[in-house]
C-alpha cells in the first residue's frame, strides 16, 4: 500500500516561486515502475492535471504551466517534486501527487490514478 505525503505549499504573491514535495511513506515501498504525477483542484473546479512523470523521466505538462513549473523524481529516496516557478493567481489551489503503477499517459485524468496524497494548498496573490 502507497502512502503518499505532501509538503511545500504556502502563500507567496505573484511570481514568486514554491517547490512542492512528495513522499512515500509507511514502509519502504519504492517509486520504482509507477506513473506520478501532480494534480490541483480550485474551488468550485474540477480536478485537474498538471504534470506527469514515468519511470525513466519523462515528463508531459499541462500547456498552463509549461515553462513555469519543473516535475522530478529522486527514486532512491522516494520522493516527487513540482518546482513551481513565475506563480500566477490563477495557479491557487490545493495540490495532490498521485501515483500508480505502470506507464503515464497524456494527458493525466485523476481516474487513471489509484494513490493519492492528503494535498498541499498553494494561494499565490497578486
Known amino acids: 500500500q502507497v502512502q503518499l505525503v505532501e509538503s511545500g505549499g504556502g502563500s507567496v504573491q505573484a511570481g514568486g516561486s514554491l517547490r512542492l514535495s512528495c513522499a512515500a511513506s509507511?514502509?519502504?515501498?519504492?517509486?520504482?515502475?509507477?506513473?506520478l504525477g501532480w494534480f490541483r483542484q480550485a474551488p468550485g473546479k474540477e480536478r485537474e492535471g498538471v504534470a506527469l512523470?514515468?519511470?525513466?523521466?519523462?515528463?508531459s505538462y499541462t500547456d498552463s504551466v509549461k515553462g513555469r513549473f519543473t516535475i522530478s523524481r529522486d527514486n532512491a529516496k522516494n520522493t516527487l517534486y513540482l518546482q513551481m516557478n513565475s506563480l500566477k493567481p490563477e495557479d491557487t489551489a490545493m495540490y495532490y501527487c498521485?501515483?500508480?503503477?505502470?506507464?503515464?499517459?497524456?494527458?493525466?485524468?485523476?481516474?487513471?490514478?489509484?494513490?493519492w496524497g492528503q494535498g498541499t494548498q498553494v494561494t499565490v496573490s497578486s
Open positions: 498521485a501515483a500508480e503503477p505502470g506507464d503515464c499517459y497524456f494527458p493525466p485524468q485523476p481516474r487513471r490514478f489509484g494513490y
Open positions: 509507511g514502509g519502504t515501498h519504492s517509486y520504482s515502475g509507477y506513473c
Open positions: 512523470i514515468d519511470n525513466v523521466g519523462t515528463t
